[in-house]
């Protein structure tokens, strides 16, 4: 019965949130836009691509969007007879081209920094430029297009790395505190050897081949491996530690402020502007990739997310439902990833919408300053670029301008909307 009763609490709860944030219109209305901004970045290629979705050639079927995707995945290799001339120039018995006949790469000599009103250079009305081109030809709707997936991308796993340590650093600290948090000086000791070993071995000396991995596979790889070395060099570390607790010494108890120490640690990023850390990051590595930028951005935003969690543990450790959890038996383990954490989630979720319009705004600032973009992804802040090596090209400011006032203002008004359902004060009326 109080089981039920306590589901159906939750449940009553989640409704008057979600209830209270559709009232709003421009939350309602910024949430749908983000959907079209995520359908967008999903179906880039099929909406932006100088490959058709279909054609037929001498009775033959293809599907070269969908084959380029298994010769990416390795699953088949290229067409030989794809692999010269260009995709406009060949004769199709049928074809069924994307709306915008460009990829973000396409260069078409004869219409350089040509706008949307003027006369263009093409061989048929549905290859004109509607949003006019930058450059040597590029197309700024097919920028626009896979600059959104860019900016989705940027933002969204920046966020859920940002989230992901936040939560865990914020949690340690709110639910333990100063005096909490008690181990062994065995595990003190070989914990911290473990740190320093997992860092040497799987960071320090594969440095050089992380900074080389340039391909987001690779890189990810290399940094996954890392993070795994880490966690097997502790956990080797820690079984050495119950050797050492048979004696007296080190078997003894120390307590470990981790509320200081995370609180200091959140002062020394904040201390610091996250654009100097991101430039002083991005000048260490090689070759830098719009994949560097997530990981960096996520791994220095971290910090608010960690203060709300620790805010709300503060309050929630002392409440009943937690103290009933320690009384009967249950692991802090246990109680964190199950009670005390679920129940300070809401609030983040505000602080993760406003951190993804920092996060996509802050990309595009570094891809206007030509940091962390390679040659051949098309982001908004380098549209924006382009239109400072050519004052006159209004359109190739404009619209990627609108493109990221748009997206930053309705993750804000989404981050507002939030706000509003969570206050207490709100459900009272």
């Given at each position: 019965?109080?089981?039920?009763?306590s589901?159906?609490?939750?449940?009553?709860?989640?409704?008057?949130?979600?209830?209270?944030?559709?009232?709003?219109?421009?939350?309602?209305?910024?949430?749908?836009?983000?959907?079209?901004?995520?359908?967008?970045?999903v179906?880039?290629?099929?909406?932006?691509?100088?490959?058709p979705?279909?054609?037929?050639?001498?009775?033959?079927h293809?599907?070269?969007?969908?084959?380029?995707?298994?010769?990416?995945?390795?699953?088949?290799?290229?067409?030989?007879?794809?692999?010269?001339?260009?995709?406009?120039?060949?004769?199709y018995?049928?074809?069924?081209?994307?709306?915008?006949?460009?990829?973000?790469?396409?260069?078409?000599?004869?219409?350089?920094?040509?706008?949307?009103?003027?006369?263009?250079?093409?061989?048929?009305?549905?290859?004109?430029h509607?949003?006019?081109?930058?450059?040597?030809?590029?197309?700024?709707?097919a920028?626009l297009?896979?600059?959104?997936?860019?900016?989705?991308?940027?933002?969204?796993?920046?966020?859920?790395?940002?989230?992901?340590?936040?939560?865990?650093?914020?949690?340690?600290?709110?639910?333990?505190?100063?005096?909490?948090?008690?181990?062994?000086?065995?595990?003190?000791?070989?914990?911290?050897?473990?740190?320093?070993?997992g860092?040497?071995?799987g960071?320090w000396?594969?440095?050089?081949?992380?900074?080389?991995?340039?391909?987001?596979?690779?890189?990810?790889?290399?940094f996954?491996?890392?993070?795994?070395?880490?966690?097997?060099?502790?956990?080797?570390?820690?079984?050495?530690?119950?050797?050492?607790?048979?004696?007296?010494?080190?078997?003894?108890?120390?307590?470990?402020?981790?509320?200081?120490?995370?609180?200091?640690?959140?002062?020394v990023?904040?201390?610091?502007?996250?654009?100097?850390?991101?430039?002083?990051?991005?000048?260490?590595?090689?070759?830098s990739?719009?994949?560097?930028?997530?990981?960096?951005?996520?791994?220095?935003?971290?910090?608010?997310?960690?203060?709300f969690?620790?805010?709300?543990?503060?309050?929630?450790?002392?409440?009943g439902?937690?103290?009933?959890?320690?009384a009967?038996?249950?692991?802090?383990?246990?109680?964190?990833?199950?009670?005390?954490i679920?129940?300070a989630?809401?609030?983040v979720?505000?602080?993760?919408?406003?951190?993804?319009?920092a996060?996509?705004?802050?990309?595009?600032?570094?891809?206007?300053?030509?940091?962390?973009?390679?040659?051949?992804?098309?982001?908004?802040?380098?549209?924006?670029n382009?239109?400072r090596?050519k004052?006159?090209?209004?359109?190739?400011?404009?619209?990627?301008?609108?493109?990221?006032?748009?997206?930053?203002t309705?993750?804000?008004?989404?981050?507002?909307?939030?706000?509003?359902?969570?206050?207490?004060?709100?459900?009272?009326?």
């Open positions: 019965m109080t089981t039920e009763s589901h159906t609490t939750a449940q009553s709860y989640g409704q008057r949130i979600r209830m209270q944030f559709f009232k709003s219109r421009r939350a309602k209305w910024s949430l749908r836009i983000v959907y079209v901004l995520l359908f967008i970045a179906f880039a290629d099929f909406i932006a691509n100088e490959k979705i279909y054609c037929q050639i001498e009775g033959i293809y599907f070269p969007i969908l084959h380029e995707y298994a010769e990416n995945l390795g699953w088949t290799k290229k067409e030989k007879r794809f692999l010269r001339g260009e995709w406009q120039d060949y004769e018995e049928r074809v069924i081209f994307p709306p915008i006949t460009y990829s973000p790469s396409s260069i078409d000599l004869y219409n350089k920094y040509k706008s949307p009103f003027e006369e263009q250079t093409i061989k048929a009305s549905h290859f004109r509607w949003l006019g081109t930058v450059d040597v030809g590029k197309d700024v709707a920028g297009v896979h600059g959104t997936r860019i900016a989705m991308m940027v933002g969204i796993i920046a966020m859920l790395i940002a989230s992901i340590i936040g939560i865990l650093m914020g949690a340690l600290a709110g639910y333990f505190g100063d005096d909490g948090f008690e181990l062994t000086r065995a595990k003190c000791w070989m914990g911290l050897f473990g740190i320093l070993v860092l040497l071995w960071w000396l594969p440095w050089n081949s992380i900074l080389l991995a340039a391909e987001e596979e690779q890189f990810f790889i290399a996954l491996k890392g993070i795994g070395i880490l966690i097997l060099s502790l956990i080797l570390f820690f079984l050495l530690a119950k050797g050492l607790e048979r004696s007296p010494f080190f078997s003894t108890k120390v307590s470990i402020p981790l509320d200081i120490l995370v609180m200091r640690l959140i002062e990023f904040n201390s610091v502007p996250t654009i100097f850390i991101l430039l002083a990051i991005i000048a260490i590595l090689e070759k990739s719009i994949f560097h930028v997530m990981l960096v951005i996520g791994l220095l935003r971290w910090t608010r997310i960690a203060r969690i620790r805010s709300e543990l503060l309050r929630i450790r002392s409440l439902f937690i103290e009933a959890s320690k009967m038996g249950f692991s802090n383990v246990r109680i964190l990833a199950r009670h005390a679920p129940n989630l809401t609030p979720l505000i602080t993760i919408a406003f951190g993804i319009a996060a996509i705004l802050l990309e595009s600032a570094l891809s206007f300053l030509g940091i962390g973009v390679g040659p051949d992804e098309m982001t908004w802040g380098k549209l924006l382009y239109a090596m004052t006159s090209a209004w359109w190739a400011a404009i619209f990627p301008g609108m493109a990221i006032f748009i997206t930053v309705v993750f804000n008004l989404i981050g507002d909307g939030l706000s509003d359902a969570l206050d207490p004060n709100k459900h009272e009326r």
